[in-house]
């Protein structure tokens, strides 16, 4: 009879020990949140939803347009960003655009399977193609008309294929390998 009551003293005074540890633990909590919400150098509780970031919604605009604009006086205004601008001497491979307002080539790069870019470069006479097969459209007053480029060499465009010499803007570029 002893063993039994030894052992439910023993039972009583764990559940006794666990209870008063649960009660003084919960009153150590409370105690906290309580302070806590006393305080007034708290920080006011912020919503996590005006912190993230908003949605990426693509507009094909092209990126630097307006800098671009600025330092070498070409209009870049939409792609799907498998055609850039690009260094000439950055390599080979490059789209090569002669243009009489300008002193230099603008060159530019291609790649993945297809590409497009609309821009405003004025008084374009000539583009050398690369390995795509590109087709650029041109105005002249209101009336538009395009070109094949021929790969890797030089085609005559705009004004150089005008009967009359008019000059022609080059308003947009469309590539397929």
Aim: aromatic share 6%; glycine share 8%; proline share 2%.
């Amino acid at each position: 009879m002893k063993a039994i009551g030894t052992t439910a003293s023993r039972t009583r005074r764990l559940v006794t020990r666990t209870l008063a540890a649960s009660v003084a633990a919960g009153a150590l909590a409370w105690l906290a949140i309580a302070g806590s919400q006393g305080s007034s150098t708290a920080a006011a509780p912020e919503a996590v939803a005006d912190e993230a970031p908003g949605y990426a919604v693509e507009n094909f605009d092209y990126p630097n347009a307006d800098k671009i604009l600025a330092e070498q006086n070409i209009v870049l205004k939409r792609g799907d960003g498998h055609i850039t601008l690009a260094d000439c001497a950055s390599g080979t491979g490059l789209l090569e655009v002669w243009a009489r307002e300008k002193t230099d080539k603008i060159c530019f790069a291609v790649k993945g399977a297809s590409g497009w870019l609309t821009l405003e470069i004025p008084s374009v006479y000539a583009i050398k193609g690369n390995d795509y097969a590109t087709e650029v459209d041109m105005t002249v007053g209101t009336e538009e008309k395009s070109f094949d480029v021929e790969k890797n060499t030089w085609t005559a465009v705009g004004e150089a294929a005008d009967e009359e010499g008019r000059e022609h803007m080059l308003v947009e570029i469309r590539t397929v390998k």
